[in-house]
Structures are given as C-alpha cells and as structure tokens.
C-alpha cells in the first residue's frame, strides 16, 4: 500500500509531513526529557572510566553527541562504517573497555550483523549496542524502519535485548547495560523522548517484566512505546467499561516467562501482545511459545507491525495505518471482545 | 643440535619454521586433511612472528604485556596451532586432537576454544576491524604491545578490510602491523582472477599506510620486514605483503594443482613429512 497524504478525500484533516516526529516520537504537549540516553552515559561515565563511546556517522542522531561533548577524548568517531564500528568495538572491549556503540537499528540488525554475532556475540564481548530508530519510528521507509531488529537479535546467542518503553526508564537501563557483563543491544529512543513511566513508580530491573496497572478483561503484554499505547488505550477503554492490565516486559531477551506466563493464568482475561516489530519473531511470538510450553492458553492477539514492507509517510499516518496508534489498539481491542 | 644458533644454542627461524611445517603435517596426517598447503606457505612468517618478533609469554597467554596476534583466516588455524605448539603455548600432544570432537584446536579457529587464539575468524574479513579496535584500546592504556594481524589476499574482496585500512591510516594506529599472505588462491580460483586486487602496495600506500612487499618464503627478506615494521618512525599503521608459495617445503605438494583445498591422500601425508624432512637436511 503506498502513502497517500489525505489532502483528496480529508481536507479538513492537516496535511501531515514525512518529517513530523522525525526529532521525536513524543505526541503534541506530551511530557518529555531530552536525550536521556547521551545524559545518562555522561553521569555514568563520570566514575565508569573504562566507558567510551563510538559510532559510524550518526553521533548526533544517537544523542551521543552529548557524551562527545563531554568526553571527547573517550569518543570514537568510525566513519559511515558498520562493520567496522562493530569489529573495532569487539578489540577495544578484549582490551577492558566498555564501548557503548550506536547507529541505526537497520545498520547493525542488518548491514553488521555478521560482525556483531562474531566479534561480539560469540567472543562474549563487553559491548554496549544503542540503537536509534527502532521498529516504525522512522517515516523515511523501509531503509530507515527497523521491523525485525528484535527477531534478529533475540537469535542471537549471548546477546540481551531491551525495548525500553520512556526517558525514564532509559536512564535506568544505561548503568544497568554497563552493569551487566556481556554483550547487550537496547532499542534508544533520542531527541524529545516521552516521559510516561514515573507517574507508575516503576522502577527498571533487567530481565524483570513489571505490571504497570492491572484490570480484569484484558492483559497488554507490552514492549518499548507500544506500553506507552498500551497504557493510553487502557485509560480510552474504561470509557466502554473496559478493564485493562499492561505488564511491561522491557527485557525481550532473556525474557521473564515466569511473570508472564503468572500474569496470564489469571482466567477470563484476553492477552494482547502489543510491540513495535513485526509480527514476526519478536515479543509476540516468544510470549505464544512460553505460554504453549506452560500449558496456558488465554484467548490470544498480537498488535505489530505486518509482514510487509512499510510506507514512507509521517508517523502519526503510519502509526494509525499499520495498527500501533492508541486508536487503532482500542478499536482492535474492542473489535476482539 | 642440528639447527641450533652457534651463540645461543636457541633452534634457528629455519629450524622454527621446519617445526611449525612439522607439526601442521602432523596435524594433517591425524584428521585426513586441513589447509595444509597454506600452512606449509605461511610457516616462515608464523616462524618469525613468534620467534624473532613477538613479545610473549608461553605459560601466560593472556598476558597484559604480550603482543596480539590475531588471526583473520580462520582457517589457518592449523598454522597456527602449529606455532603456538613450537611457542610452548600449546602442548605437543595436543596436536593429536586436531579437528576431532571435544578438541581445544578445531578446524577453523576460534577465540573460546584455543589459548593464544585471539579472535574468531572464520567469516572472512573480520581481523582488521578488531585490530583497529584493540590498537585503539591499547593506546587508550598507554601500552606498548602491538596487534599483528594476518589475513590473505582474497579477503581483500571484502569491503570491510577497506573501511579499516582508511580507519587505521586516520588514527594513526603505528602499533598495528598487518600481514597479508599472498598466495594467489582463494575458493573459486586464483585471487588475481577473482577480483583484481593488484598493484597492492600501492593502494595501501596511498589509504595512508608503510608499506614493505617481500618473499614471504624468504627467512631473510621476512626478518627484515618485521624488524622496519617495528623501528618505522612515521604514525602509520604497517603492513607487509608477503608474496608466498603454497605447499612450501614440500616439493611434491608445491608442484600440485594449486586449489583452496589441496587433497592428500592418507598415504601421502607420511611421503610429506619425509620430503620435508630431505629438505631441512639438505
């Protein structure tokens, strides 16, 4: 389906541009904090001497630029280079130093994946992968959409993987990736990034999921901002008498199937898996086979992004087109009931 | 002791590189097969690394001081093994394990399994990259080791090996020296027939890098390159281009149909170690 911009058949509706959201995924007059993640690594950095950063062209779209600015004599800069990046942060780590690297979600999901499951995975090294623009933040099309990042990585032996959900949480799976010996790739959300977690008093462990509200008819089981949808669509759906727990499962990989197979035992409820991936190999499909190994069998959905190659367009657009708007989860989950 | 230096007493690099050949056959004869011709090409340059060149300890392979070598070719491990049983580092015995289950030295050679083995290789065009990295980090410490690094012609087809020549030349990264084992073969056929890599030296020379082009069968001539690559003054990565013959040291096996995977047949393996053998007496 290509992108239309809705001027013909919507004229009252403002016409929406490619570049809406591009600095963030933030929704007009939502609460932000600004690069979490470049902040974070300045404050841990300070006493964790052995970190350094490095990245291939994209320091700036990475929010690394902040710890550049701070630390320029513990930034690498590797040039339009992934492959490198990735190699050179293999060696820099055999040598004690623990590189937080970033690019874009395509670049090392697809470009470097044989370098990172290589130098990094299977040699076990201390690296640190950020990534910006995960699953559909990107309204620049398939180059630019990282759909299957979570797939490819939670293949990955050795490898951990985290979709944090806000600028909250963000900050607290900076030191907690730095704490964690091993190899670790994290979604990054940059720029104005949402602030939504605090007002839950949640607190990030890794390879915890957390219930961030609970509710009798239906369970989100969510990842990264689609547990920002989940929540907003939980408050929409008490409007129809709709009752809707979240449990935040952040850490994709090792995944908690103890929480979530508990949190979906309880009878009467629909499970809705909701992440911002496609349907294919990610938070979905490995809460389906963790509840068919333990016997569990709720009614059960999955909202993600389709088998398909997206369109380029502004997100708001796209977010509504492909099912993972707070509108289009209320309406799915209504539609299930 | 028959190749032993007068002064010394210690074997002679002639004598090394006839122990590391020694060994790879050894290692060959026990599995049935492996990249034996070009372990028999690389042992001159194997030879001189660990043992004119190299700073290392044999009981502490990880020691911090120790010079890096990483091998991108993941496989030759068999050369490798080879040296790294002359170095002491690995035991002799051990070499009666090579490619069998449970072993510490398989056929391609990775990181975890083996000690002295710095890196996974394998996946060709790997090496450089992690050198640069380790270079860097070295320099981060104030260390004085340097990162070897050997690879073959035909990974020059692989774009990442430029991404790091560029990388390397950028941050001056003098405590990195490359050898590229030019022996003309790569799976499908000659390299130079493969993708067109030639003049060499040239191009490195002109991403930024000194540069040394040398026999790499001559004991000599190799010595001679490692000691430039090492005294060299300029804040330049290193490489030397060592132009090599596959099956050396065999004459039977160097007259063979050259090919990526040089058959020997079971029976062969014994007449290897012999003419090897005629060879060192000669």
Known sequence: MKATTGTATMPSKPRLTTSAMIASIAAEGQRTKPAPFGNALVELARTRHDIVGMTADLGKYTDLHVFAKEFPDRYYQMGMAEQLLFGAASGIAAEGFTPFVTTYAVFAAR????????????????????????????????????????????????????????????????????SHQGPVYMRLLRGQVPLVLDEYGYKFELGKAKLLRDGADVLFVSSGLLTMRALEAAKRLEADKIQAAVLHVPTIKPLDTETIVEACRKAGRLVVVAENHTVIGGLGEAVASALMRARVHPAFQQIGLPDEFLAAGALPTLHDRYGISTEAICAAVKSWL | MAGADLRTNEPTLAERAYRVRRNALRMGEVQGQGYIAQALDIADVLAVAYFHAMRYRPEEPTWEERDRFLLSNGHYAIALYAAL????????????????????????????????????????????????GMCLGLKRKGSSSRVYTLFSDGELDEGSKWEAMMSAAHYGLDNLIAIVDVNNQQADGPSTQMMGFEPLAEKVRAFGWFVQRIDGNDLDAVVAAFDAAKKHEDAKPRMIIADTLMGKGVPFLEARERNHFMRVDQHEWQLALQALDEGRRA
């Open chain 1, 111 to 178: 470009r470097a994946y044989d370098f990172i499951h290589q130098t990094i995975a299977e040699e076990d090294r201390n690296v640190k992968i950020a990534c910006a623009l995960p699953g559909l933040t990107s309204g620049y099309g398939p180059s630019h959409q990282a759909a299957e990042d979570l797939a490819l990585f939670r293949a990955m032996p050795n490898m951990t993987v985290i979709d944090p959900c806000d600028a909250h949480e963000i900050e607290q799976v900076v030191p907690a990736m730095a």
């Open chain 2, 85 to 132: 049983i002359e170095a002491g580092i690995i035991p002799e015995a051990e070499l009666e394990s090579y490619g069998f289950d449970e072993s510490r030295l398989p056929m391609s050679g990775m990181a975890s399994y083996t000690p002295g083995m710095e890196m996974s290789g394998g996946s060709l065009g790997l090496g450089l990259s992690i050198a640069v």
